[in-house]
């Protein structure tokens, strides 16, 4: 089966400006994540939908940050606008999640952001 | 809080070591862990997991067992190669609520021909 597909895979933009990254889970999987990772830091969770809801947005930065589930498959996740400390790899991931019993997450390839 | 804690790296090998990765964690109730391994340019891709206490994960020659007594979950391999050169994450799914991971900071591996 196809794995996560994420594009681009590596931006670069001035601070201020805007960005937006995409992202396709495998095909079936209820539930996908968007994860930050800081150069030299584990990934950490920004946003996770069930289907199209929100599950848990809590470390988002919600002033400039933005992501959205149009019916339950894709997501993109936006900045606006960018600040230098936002540079990081962005990763997507995605799981079954059928029912309460939580599955293996696959991840993407993820984003290179570069913010000069 | 909920956390992962594991040991600083880069750890430096050669090859046929044997390897170690410690990690421990900080938890409410009883998370399921997993090793996830991340090769240079690629994904983080899952390498071994445990659900329960006692339980043991393992592939690709690597092992982890879940101690709750420790709240440890470390990583083995008895002979490691150049090929598992890599970032080596730990990581925690809490099983309520929704299921949330949270990863350590990751462990760097050079493994010398």
């Known amino acids: 089966e196809a794995g996560v597909a994420q594009s681009p895979r590596y931006k670069i933009i001035e601070k201020r400006q805007s960005v937006a990254f995409w992202c396709n889970p495998i095909?079936?999987?209820?539930?996908l994540y968007w994860y930050q990772q800081i150069l030299g830091q584990g990934p950490k969770l920004l946003i996770q939908?069930?289907?199209?809801?929100?599950?848990?947005d809590s470390q988002l930065p919600k002033d400039r940050f933005s992501a959205e589930r149009l019916k339950g498959v894709d997501s993109t996740l936006k900045i606006q606008p960018a600040k230098l400390e936002d540079s990081a790899v962005y990763l997507c991931?995605?799981?079954?999640?059928?029912?309460?019993?939580?599955?293996?997450?696959?991840f993407g390839p993820g984003t290179r952001l570069t913010v000069t | 809080g909920n956390s992962v804690t594991q040991m600083e790296g880069p750890v430096t090998l050669s090859e046929e070591a044997f390897l170690t990765i410690n990690c421990t964690y900080t938890?409410?109730?009883?998370?399921?862990l997993f090793w996830y391994v991340q090769y240079p340019g690629e994904g983080l891709q899952l390498l071994l997991k445990?659900?329960?206490?006692?339980d043991k994960g393992s592939n690709k020659g690597f092992e982890a067992t879940y101690r709750k007594e420790t709240t440890s979950f470390h990583l083995e391999k008895g002979s490691v190669q150049v090929s598992d050169s890599a970032v080596y994450f730990c990581?925690?799914?809490?099983?309520?609520?929704?299921?949330?991971?949270?990863f350590g900071a990751g462990t760097r591996l050079f493994v010398k021909a």
């Open positions: 445990a659900t329960k206490a006692d």
């Open positions: 939908f069930q289907n199209n809801g929100v599950v848990d």
């Open positions: 095909s079936g999987h209820a539930t």
């Open positions: 990581a925690l799914r809490l099983n309520t609520g929704g299921f949330k991971t949270i």
């Open positions: 938890a409410t109730g009883y998370p399921s």
């Open positions: 991931a995605s799981s079954l999640d059928k029912g309460r019993s939580p599955h293996e997450q696959y």
